[in-house]
């Protein structure tokens, strides 16, 4: 079975700098996706990153960035210069390789951007 | 990107009365889309994938008959929350993935549905 870690309910982070959000999982497969979603309080839904488990590059989209350790089974998301508009909710979440394979999500991180 | 729509975004409904929800991909066709409902302050829970042409998959715990899920077309899954209650009242949102997208392609949301039943 697959299961998703993130340990850090919520997080006070000051304006412009860096934040690491954990993530951490288990799985059995050989081959998955990892991805990073981001919600804020409308309730959508808004893809942030993705992450391949053969992919030998840590995935980056503009400000975030994955910093995959496979051995340690870790997928921490990096958000770099925050801004105000980054508080939200933020999922980690696990596929397998098939499209249609069901998503498992974590128990979120609640960010919080300080002016 | 991709865009999946969610209908409606709001609903407030007397208890013991069904409710449907619909979840339409507007450009792009799915033969599986997943149903999830999320309770105030928590995670996204599947409750079941729904599969075109046949029957939906329930996860553990989740009752079919009261959960019903139809996938009639590539474009359009619905749920129809049977003899609701109060304690139904929740966030439902679904999600799909477009076929002709790559392995690594992102799953898209629609907007949710905030269910009360009063």
């Known amino acids: 079975a697959q299961k998703i870690t993130q340990t850090q309910p919520g997080m006070f982070v000051q304006e412009k700098e860096a934040v690491t959000l954990d993530c951490t999982y288990d799985?059995?497969?050989?081959?998955?996706?990892l991805f990073w979603y981001k919600q804020p309080s409308s309730g959508e839904m808004i893809f942030l990153i993705y992450?391949?488990?053969?992919?030998?590059q840590n995935a980056t989209e503009g400000r975030y960035s994955l910093n995959f350790q496979k051995a340690r089974k870790s997928a921490n998301l990096v958000i770099s210069a925050s801004q105000l508009g980054d508080s939200a909710m933020y999922f980690c979440?696990?596929?397998?390789?098939?499209?249609?394979?069901?998503?498992?999500f974590g128990k979120g991180t609640r960010l919080h951007i300080l002016p | 990107g991709a865009v999946v729509s969610q209908h409606p975004s709001w609903v407030i409904c007397k208890s013991g009365t069904s409710v449907k929800i619909e979840c339409r991909s507007l450009?792009?066709?799915?033969?599986?889309m997943f149903w999830y409902r999320q309770f105030p302050k928590q995670s996204l829970m599947l409750m079941a994938t729904?599969?075109?042409?046949?029957?939906?998959?329930?996860e553990q715990g989740v009752e079919k008959d009261k959960f019903l899920i139809n996938h009639a077309s590539l474009t359009l899954s619905t749920l129809t929350v049977t003899s609701a209650h109060p304690e139904d009242s929740s966030f439902y949102i679904c999600?799909?993935?477009?076929?002709?997208?790559?392995?690594?392609?992102?799953?898209?949301f629609g907007q949710g549905t905030r269910l009360t039943v009063v």
């Open positions: 999600s799909a993935t477009p076929r002709q997208g790559g392995w690594n392609t992102e799953a898209f």
């Open positions: 992450q391949g488990s053969y992919d030998e």
């Open positions: 729904s599969n075109e042409g046949s029957k939906a998959t329930y």
């Open positions: 450009d792009f066709q799915a033969t599986t």
């Open positions: 979440a696990m596929r397998g390789l098939n499209r249609d394979d069901k998503i498992i």
């Open positions: 799985t059995s497969d050989q081959s998955y996706g």
